[in-house]
Antibody, heavy 122, light 107 residues
């Protein structure tokens, strides 16, 4: 079955960097777009970024543009989120989520991981 | 960015009730909208895609309707496992945007 497992979260100081990973299994990873979505404690969902199945396109929320970079390694079935210049308002659970259909950019988020918590605090 | 306005922000209902949640987009998004359910401590689950198509494995008591700017999620007969928070998400363009969420609580 489709499985997405996030890792790399933790407690970091403002202004520092962190890299999250999302390990995928149970499907042909290179065939699907993958997203990052975050949720601050007690708040709603916020879409963060997407990378298309072939890595040809990447899009970001305005709140993270220029600070976060999404990437993927299709040989390792792994998605990444490099987060630089972290701020207190980046504190959230970060989820990775897979497109519903393969090779179809702009799709719904049909499978989600369990999330990894990032806390930015001095 | 497209703004998604979801209402109500919360509601109290009883088992067996019919529940309706609405989402309004700040511009037309065709039928490019999905509905998601999230339970505490868990990742969201896709219920409805393309505004009205039921995701595989989702009970038929869930239904969606609408196109353009106005959308509705309906639960025809609320079950105990449906008490959760529901979100709409537009997939018309980037950046994707969620509604603020609707928490469905037990009356």
């Amino acid at each position: 079955q489709v499985l997405l497992v996030e890792s790399g979260g933790g407690v970091v100081r403002p202004g520092t960097s962190l890299r999250l990973s999302c390990a995928a299994s149970g499907f042909t990873f290179s065939g699907y777009g993958i997203h990052w979505v975050r949720q601050a404690p007690g708040k709603g969902l916020e879409w963060v970024a997407v990378i298309w199945y072939d890595g040809s396109n990447k899009y970001y929320a305005d709140s993270v543009k220029g600070r976060f970079t999404i990437s993927r390694d299709n040989s390792k079935n792994t998605l990444y989120l490099q987060m630089n210049s972290l701020r207190a308002d980046d504190t959230a659970v970060y989820y990775c989520a897979r497109d519903r259909r393969g090779g179809f950019p702009g799709d719904d988020l049909a499978y989600w991981g369990q999330g990894t918590l990032v806390t930015v605090s001095s | 960015a497209i703004q998604m306005t979801q209402s109500p922000s919360s509601l109290s209902a009883s088992v067996g009730d019919r529940v309706t949640i609405t989402c309004r987009a700040s511009q037309g998004i065709r039928n490019d909208l999905g509905w998601y359910q999230q339970k505490p401590g868990k990742g969201p689950e896709l219920l409805i895609y393309a505004a009205s198509s039921l995701q595989s494995g989702v009970p038929s008591r869930f239904s969606g309707s609408g196109s353009g700017t106005d959308f509705t999620l309906t639960i025809s007969s609320l079950q105990p496992e449906d008490f959760a928070t529901y979100y709409c998400l537009q997939d018309y363009n980037y950046p994707r945007t969620f509604g603020q969420g609707t928490k469905v609580e037990i009356k």
